[in-house]
């Protein structure tokens, strides 16, 4: 397979045609390159057609003919060149020799070298006529710097290099323009792309004639009308980088014609249109680290969901290799492990090669996290401290940036919707709503709550006296859809199953944060009279998979990860139990590649498609996650994850913790120390333990150098010996798991 595609939009160029192609065959061999010439000949009327015939029988195999029987302009023709470029990387040049295909070997050798995703090669003055299209050139190119905000020598040169899905990521535009091929850097600019600027020797045309003899103050005031479209396109609406877009248009051909997915596409009413309209029209004001671009990414995924397994799979593996590329270019930590095994970018084309790859463990994260797992290009302003709730005992804390955090947000509304829930509808979240938040962004929780109409009851207060005053609370309310915690749901429903008849009957009701054992599972959904709708995530990553209308396993939320279950470091077998290995497509500021979450959960045939129509990967049962539930006193409980909620914000004091309950009215919380331990941060702990679970409850602390891990390879934060506990074992894997990288 080549290494390098070279594509360059012939019309009326057999003058040219020859010299184009021996140069750059000759650059191919000066450079040790596997390479191919792509000439499009744009509906030429001249020999242009013959010429590339000719350079095509002159070099078999590398000048690779393409033909539009009409013109169609230098975009279609790139457009034709991408599409049947072989290479991973791509160069585009004009067939006129004006750019010397020498500089091919220059670009391709800067974009190697440096950690940028473009180089463009921009026009020098030297030889330069200095005529009336060249004063059109510099003043175009003065506005564009100015209105998108960039400082580019030649921003219109299209003389580049890039990968291939890059440049069929900027030329997926929207907008009706005349000549596109001018805006070309200001996409890569708006879209996030990384870029550098090299200056490359321009000659004069010495043969055949430019279209635009003759025609510059026209196309000049056609390029005007187009850089409004651009502004629109690029500074008002913003298209965000991402492949969930283009990969959706192919939807259309390939949606599963089943009663469920026609449902699922079903249109708003006008009603709810004017509802999320207004809804969005306010987000920026009710969030504070994602924006409204949540949208985009929301309408890709309600596409995207439909892609057939194949196309699904595309759509990643492509993900895959920018994150990749990203990482070894952007990332020392990985550019280190990644060369340890004399690995580049080019040798990960695929979850295919995935293996190749070493583990990210929790350890590596901490040990590296000041260090040189962060990447080097990312905006500060931009991303968001994580800091994990998990059962691990230990807070670990990590980084997600903003487009991580809109994809989640998308995500999540996505899968709320399997429920039958509409946005809009009534729901109640049995959830702490602005634990750990700051006064301000306590406030917008609570207007963004309001405006989404929806209720928080909070988890972390339930007692047996307070228990009816909060049923009242969501009966007044009548939810459409109930979502929590798994072993709050559990509790709350035993609380209900020996009541009658209550009135509070939701859609559905949404379960996280724990395992969910199918007794749980029923009796919640015999106390709520509805289905039970799973998820499986983390603080890292929010939702990684959730349970659709099938109920037949996890739905792999595959436009944003990849998760693999492996035994021994081999894929396990559908029905075998393995550990979760994630990899995350988006967080580009620190990114998670071959994750070792410390989950187990159950493989499932990658072949057998779900009856919902949806082609997302699916996992089955998860099995990592031990509930708990500590019993206060005067009849209170807390979740096991109150406890890491709490805690994390003490990761100074607090090296790691486990709470212990042995008997009513009495835990035993067990301390590792960090640098910073003092008695008032002790003092500060139990006495918000003791106001969430009674002030006469007994407390006794031990230090210890170390918490035994479970089976899983995780420490719990709590464990409860009481009947409360409504799953007493760790999950059993037999066999070893694969070693990971440090």
Not at 475 to 496: C, H, K, N, S
Request: hydrophobic share 40%.
């Amino acid at each position: 397979m080549p290494e390098l595609s070279v594509i360059a939009p012939c019309y009326n160029e057999e003058l040219n045609v020859p010299e184009l192609a021996r140069r750059v065959v000759q650059v191919f061999e000066r450079g040790q390159l596997r390479g191919e010439l792509l000439l499009v000949d744009d509906g030429s009327q001249d020999g242009t057609a013959a010429a590339i015939r000719a350079a095509a029988e002159a070099h078999p195999g590398v000048v690779i003919p393409c033909e539009h029987l009409t013109n169609r302009g230098i975009t279609e023709a790139w457009r034709t060149g991408v599409s049947a470029a072989r290479a991973p990387v791509v160069a585009i040049i004009d067939a006129d020799l004006q750019y010397q295909p020498e500089d091919l070997l220059r670009l391709y050798r800067e974009l190697n070298e440096h950690h940028v995703d473009i180089v463009q090669g921009w026009r020098s003055q030297v030889g330069r006529e200095r005529g009336a299209r060249y004063h059109l050139s510099r003043g175009f190119n003065t506005l564009l710097n100015v209105t998108f905000g960039m400082k580019l020598q030649d921003n219109k040169s299209g003389f580049l290099i890039t990968q291939r899905e890059i440049l069929e990521d900027l030329l997926s535009y929207q907008g009706r323009y005349h000549y596109w091929q001018s805006f070309i850097m200001v996409a890569a600019h708006a879209k996030g792309y990384s870029y550098k600027q090299i200056e490359t020797l321009f000659e004069n045309r010495r043969a055949g004639q430019s279209f635009l003899d003759g025609y510059a103050y026209r196309a000049a005031a056609k390029s005007l009308v187009d850089l409004g479209s651009a502004a629109w396109e690029y500074r008002v609406v913003r298209q965000p980088a991402g492949a969930g877009r283009r990969h959706g248009e192919r939807v259309v051909s390939e949606r599963a014609p089943s009663e469920q997915a026609a449902k699922a596409r079903s249109k708003r009413t006008p009603a709810e249109a004017a509802r999320w309209r207004a809804y969005m029209a306010s987000f920026d004001a009710t969030h504070w680290m994602i924006t409204r671009d949540v949208e985009r990414y929301y309408e890709s995924l309600r596409e995207t969901e439909w892609l057939s397994p194949s196309a699904l799979r595309e759509l990643q593996d492509e993900k895959l290799r920018r994150l990749v590329r990203h990482a070894y270019r952007n990332v020392p930590y990985y550019r280190e492990r990644m060369r340890e095994r004399g690995l580049t970018p080019q040798d990960i084309r695929g979850q295919a090669d995935l293996y190749k790859l070493p583990y990210l463990t929790k350890q590596a994260v901490r040990d590296h996290l000041y260090f040189d797992i962060l990447s080097e290009n990312h905006d500060k302003g931009q991303v968001l401290r994580v800091t994990t709730s998990g059962s691990t005992g230990e807070p670990f804390v990590c980084y997600a940036d903003r487009a991580q955090l809109e994809f989640r947000w998308a995500a999540t509304l996505r899968a709320q919707e399997w429920t039958g829930y509409r946005f809009g509808d009534p729901s109640v979240r049995l959830w702490h709503q602005t634990l750990g938040m700051s006064p301000a962004q306590a406030a917008r929780e609570r207007l963004d709550a309001l405006l989404s109409r929806r209720k928080f009851i909070p988890v972390f207060e339930m007692s047996e006296a307070r228990l009816e005053a909060l049923v009242k609370e969501m009966i007044a309310w009548q939810p459409v859809l109930i979502d929590g915690y798994a072993e709050a749901l559990d509790f709350l429903a035993r609380y209900l199953g020996g009541r009658g008849e209550l009135g509070l009957r939701p859609q559905a009701v949404m379960s996280s944060a724990q395992t969910l054992p199918d007794k749980s599972r029923q009796l919640i959904e015999s106390a709520f009279g509805c289905r039970v709708f799973d998820k499986y995530g983390s603080r890292e990553f929010s939702g990684v998979a959730y349970e659709c209308e099938a109920h037949a396993g996890h739905h792999v939320v595959g436009e944003g990860y990849l998760v693999e279950i492996l035994r021994e470091g081999e894929p396990a077998r559908p029905g075998e139990v393995g550990e979760v290995v994630i990899t995350d497509l988006n967080n580009r500021c620190l990114p998670f590649i071959r994750y070792r979450i410390g989950d187990l959960a159950e493989a499932m045939d990658p072949s057998a498609a779900c009856s919902c129509g949806r082609g997302l990967p699916r996992i089955g049962r998860i099995e990592g996650r031990v509930q708990s539930i500590i019993q206060g006193t005067d009849g209170r409980y807390l979740p096991g994850t109150f406890f890491a909620h709490y805690l994390k914000e003490f990761d100074h004091a607090i090296q790691r913790f486990q709470v212990v309950q042995e008997r009513p009215r009495a835990i035993t919380l067990r301390l590792v120390k960090a640098g910073r331990y003092s008695d008032s941060v002790l003092e500060e702990v139990l006495s918000t333990f003791r106001r969430y679970l009674g002030e006469d409850l007994v407390i006794d602390v031990e230090f210890t150098d170390a918490i035994e891990l479970i089976r899983t390879g995780k420490h719990l934060a709590a464990v409860s010996k009481l009947d409360v506990d409504f799953q007493r074992h760790a999950p059993h894997l037999d066999g070893r798991r694969p070693v990971a990288a440090s």
